[in-house]
Structures are given as structure tokens and as C-alpha cells.
């Protein structure tokens, strides 16, 4: 079952390697949608779902393949965020685009945002970009939070 959902994911992804939680039998649709915005970006290679957390990158850590996203890294290009269908919420956790000056932080959050139904929100809790957040507010004011 998890497997044809996999394939059913990477499909939706182009061809992105999707990894969902093996506690999943099925992805929420605004996750979904959230996955797929992402994955059209060329940068990105890799896209995780669990219940409460969605993450890509363009590199992962570690046997369980989490995405990297870890501020000020080196060489990855990534975005992580807690996902919440009770609250209509995505909270973003942590991005990073190794790249500066590319405009890949902009293209995550342009695809995370543009995923997500008028009645939903996103925030940011902590904010250590130097900026950036506060240029997305000015972007996004409809729909993300600080």
C-alpha cells in the first residue's frame, strides 16, 4: 500500500525520489499539493511527508533520508516545514539555499505558497534569515505571517 503511494507521489512529483512515512497510509491533499509545487523546481531532488512535517532539498542526511534544510549549510538547497490540516497552517521550520543570490528561497516559499488554499496560512517562528522573511511578508502579506 505505501509503496503504490510512493510511486503514485513520484509520478505527481516528476520523478522526484518521495519519501512518506511509513505511519501513512495516506497524504493529506494540501500536502500533496504542497509536495508537487516544490518538486517543480529543478533544484529540488528530494521530498519527505510525514504526518506533521514536509521537507525538500536537494540533498539528505542519514539513513532515514531527511531532507536538509539546516540554515547555513554549505552546499543544500532546502526548505522544512511542520504541517498542520487541523489549523489550516503550514509553519515554516527551516530553508536554506547555499546558492545565494539564485532566488531559490523565494521559488520554495513561491511554491509552498502557491500550493496552499486561500483559507490557509503560513508562518514563520523563528526568523534567523538577515531579512529574507520580512521580504516575503512584503511578497505574501495575504498569506504569510511572522
Not at 505505501?2 to 512529483?13: G, Y
Not at 539513513?63 to 487541523?86: E, K, N
Not at 502557491?114 to 498569506?143: C, H, I, N
Amino acid at each position: 500500500m505505501r509503496q503504490a503511494l510512493r510511486h503514485q507521489l513520484e509520478s505527481a512529483c516528476h520523478g522526484k525520489v518521495v519519501i512518506v512515512s511509513k505511519t501513512m497510509a495516506a497524504v493529506h491533499p494540501i500536502a500533496e499539493r504542497i509536495a508537487i509545487g516544490l518538486s517543480k523546481l529543478d533544484v529540488i531532488r528530494f521530498v519527505k511527508i510525514t504526518p506533521d512535517f514536509l521537507a525538500a532539498s536537494s540533498e539528505v542526511k542519514g539513513p532515514t533520508r531527511d531532507p536538509v534544510a539546516t540554515p547555513r549549510h554549505p552546499t543544500a538547497i532546502g526548505i522544512a516545514m511542520i504541517f498542520s490540516a487541523d489549523y489550516k497552517c503550514v509553519d515554516f521550520y527551516e530553508i536554506n539555499a547555499a546558492r545565494k543570490g539564485k532566488g531559490f528561497g523565494r521559488e520554495m516559499v513561491t511554491a509552498v505558497l502557491g500550493s496552499l488554499p486561500s483559507d490557509w496560512k503560513a508562518t514563520v517562528t523563528m526568523d534567523q534569515s538577515d531579512g529574507f522573511w520580512e521580504k516575503m511578508m512584503r511578497s505574501y502579506p495575504e498569506k504569510l505571517e511572522l
